[in-house]
């Protein structure tokens, strides 16, 4: 998995028994690598520069290959694995168009090993807008028979899965998610701005200033609107762009106020888009689990924290770790039950998440080794 915040690769190794929607899985192992000079090519492919068609060809195969050199640091001397399944890189998403940019043939013959790759494609075709993909994976990992749960992922933007209770088959299809705002898109760009860094490491830098309050009224109006739409989010809602909030703000306030009003404006913005979930019948949420890049942030998960209490939701939150889905891999993780699905033919799409029409199309592009 790469995430549209392009901070690194996660490679996960899943092991699953059983089939399906009954399947279970179990985390092995996962390891994190940079995209190296990777990032900055793929950066500006998806912020939609000019980019000639033989550089876009060569971009696909060496990340292909910067792939097949993770799998194979993941993968110990003398192991294998079944399928691999594969994200590959969003640079443009604004369905019904988005482009996951990636060569599994490439890495198909590098690994010597099945690869399944573009899964939101069947989904946007039939009509679903390509996103959240990861709110059946959440089921098949995090569902509980005693709760209902929120899977918060802090990525390059924020999701959110609300996973009912399972009573049942019957169950799924009161499985919702949605995309929230932008998060790490714009954590990070302050960094990359005015830290000198990629990212603020456990948000110090935030937790060392002092939110101005004219800018992130600014942010969390921008980031309310996005949380409201009711839509897939993507290429342009960054909120980074040529006068966008960064450069409107960046001359006036110090670096560390300004990191400090981005985290406190991102987690009102979750915060508040959490606390009016549309109830379940007589059913409030009993748990938000965390998961993503924005959890090692501690200036944000205390804000989403007290957006909640102020809110008067109260539910327990807590790391996905501890529910034997490391945060740091959920993602990746999930690509590998979402892989496994489509190699069983079951859509891993949601009519009542992605809006595509009924029944989901089966998913998945396929490479095979031999």
């Not at 999701?159 to 019957?170: F, H, K, M, S, V």
């Not at 006068?243 to 006036?252: A, E, N, P, Q, V």
């Not at 690509?335 to 859509?347: E, F, I, K, T």
Request: charged share 20%; hydrophobic share 45%.
């Amino acid at each position: 998995m790469t995430g549209t915040s392009l901070d690194g690769v996660d490679c996960a190794l899943v092991e699953v028994s059983g089939t399906g929607l009954d399947m279970k899985p179990r985390f092995v192992r996962g390891v994190s690598g940079s995209l190296g000079e990777l990032a900055p090519r793929l950066r500006s492919l998806a912020e939609q520069q000019p980019m000639s068609a033989g550089d876009i060809a060569r971009l696909s195969r060496d990340f292909a290959l910067m792939h097949a050199r993770a799998i194979k640091g993941l993968l110990g001397e003398s192991e294998t694995c079944d399928l691999i399944s594969v994200h590959g890189q969003t640079v443009f998403h604004a369905p019904p168009a988005s482009w996951q940019l990636f060569n599994p043939a490439v890495l198909a013959h590098e690994t010597g090993i099945d690869v399944v790759c573009d899964l939101r494609a069947a989904d946007l075709a039939a009509g679903g807008q390509g996103a959240p993909i990861t709110p059946l994976a959440d089921w098949v990992w995090l569902r509980s028979p005693t709760e209902r749960r929120v899977i918060l992922n802090l990525g390059g933007f924020a999701n959110a899965t609300i996973l009912p209770r399972d009573e049942g088959p019957g169950s799924i299809a009161l499985i919702r998610g949605m995309d929230i705002c932008a998060c790490n898109h714009i954590l990070d760009g302050v960094a990359r701005a005015v830290l000198g860094k990629p990212y603020d490491e456990d948000g110090k830098a935030a937790a060392a200033g002092t939110v101005n309050v004219v800018a992130c009224d600014d942010l969390l109006a921008s980031l309310s609107q996005q949380a409201s739409g009711g839509r897939s989010l993507g290429t342009g809602d960054e909120v980074l762009g040529a006068g966008g909030w960064i450069d409107r703000h960046r001359g006036r306030i110090v670096a560390n106020d300004l990191a400090a009003s981005a985290c406190a404006a991102v987690g009102g913005a979750i915060g508040r888009a959490l606390t009016t979930l549309p109830a379940s019948p007589g059913v409030a949420i009993g748990r938000v689990l965390l998961a993503g890049g924005g959890v090692g942030n501690s200036s944000l998960t205390r804000r989403i924290a007290q957006a909640l209490a102020e809110g008067n939701a109260a539910p327990g939150v807590e790391n996905s770790d501890s529910y034997g889905l490391p945060g740091s891999f959920r993602e990746a993780a999930e690509m590998a039950v979402l892989g496994a699905l489509c190699q069983d033919r079951v859509p891993i799409t949601l009519p009542a998440v992605t809006k595509v029409r009924a029944p989901a199309p089966i998913a998945g592009v396929w490479a095979f080794a031999d």
